[in-house]
């Protein structure tokens, strides 16, 4: 048994009857989109976000009903639809070691589909007169695309700072995490203070996440060899190196800026740069600043009630910041 599977034991049954209720949701009388849809199923990742929206619903109250598979279905739905548009704005056509839908279908399917997924998780709220969740999710939405464009905006200058950093990932990353444990602390039936904590706990959690995947490109993680760079090779500033510049202001910095300007395609140049980032401590303060973010997370949940779905939501945390990929 996998960890994330030993994590989701007290949910094992709720994600079990959710994949039937979140396969009809997608369902579609048009017959390509019917493909596209199978190909999406068939590759999906660790159902990360309905673990956070069933693990937060079952630690608040112990029964789960119709308003959590709605919530996790919303959720989901949102997500698939982000993840097409974004692998569609970044060119990317590869996802999760499988072709995205973007390689195979092209751009204007892909943002059709995008479109058609974001339209389903709309009518799942509505139909189940969810509007407390779709107004929780909406915002989420708009965060993740507010980020998404100050990163754009950012990264043509390389001029961000930790500041700017944080917003970002907390709006285009956290914003997501955050609609997951709000939603199923909502569709417990919990009141409005302790949605408003559970919200904070999954921006935390978010935080953490995100700067885990940051850190991730610069680690040996036995998979692949040796660190990956791409975050470099995209010319994207994260914060092991946003940390590092920010400490330099001579020549190493600009040398630094010159090199990820003009020579992120080089290997070596490449590989530079992250020697550079490690030996500055860049990893060593991310890692630092990722902790902070874990144990303001725990700190929320101290007091909820002691249940299985609270030891394996903060085994869920901890898989977070431990994760290899």
Known sequence: MSEIDKIAAPIKNEIQQFEPYFRSSMQTKVPLLNIIMNYILRRKGK???????????????????????????????????????????DEAYERRGFFSVNALWKSKISVLVGDYLLSKGLLVAVENNEYELLKIVSVAVREMSEGELLQIQKSRRLNITEDIYYEIIRKKTAA?????????????????ETVEKMRLFGEYVGMAFQI????????????????????????????????????????????????IIKHHKN??????????????????????????????????????????????MIGLVDYVVTRKK
């Open 47 to 89: 159902q990360m976000r309905p673990m956070f929206v069933f693990l937060t619903a079952k630690m608040i109250n112990n029964e789960v009903g119709n308003s959590t598979y709605t919530a996790a279905s919303l959720i989901e739905l949102l997500h698939t639809a982000t993840l097409i548009h974004d692998d569609v704005v």
């Open 267 to 312: 290997k070596k140049k490449v590989q530079e740069v992250i020697d550079f980032v490690i030996k500055n401590g860049g990893l060593d303060y991310a890692s630092g600043v990722m902790n902070e973010y874990k144990l303001k997370a725990l700190e929320i949940i101290k007091d909820f009630p002691d249940n299985d779905s609270k030891k394996s």
């Open 212 to 259: 885990k995947d940051d850190l991730l490109d610069y680690q040996n993680n036995g998979l692949i060899g040796k660190p990956s760079g791409n975050d470099i090779k995209e010319k994207k500033l994260t914060l092991p190196i946003i940390h590092v510049l920010g400490k330099n202001n001579g020549t190493d910095k600009k040398e630094i800026i010159k090199r």
């Open 176 to 192: 997501l995490i955050a609609a997951c444990t709000a939603c199923g602390a909502k569709s417990s039936g919990a009141d409005d």
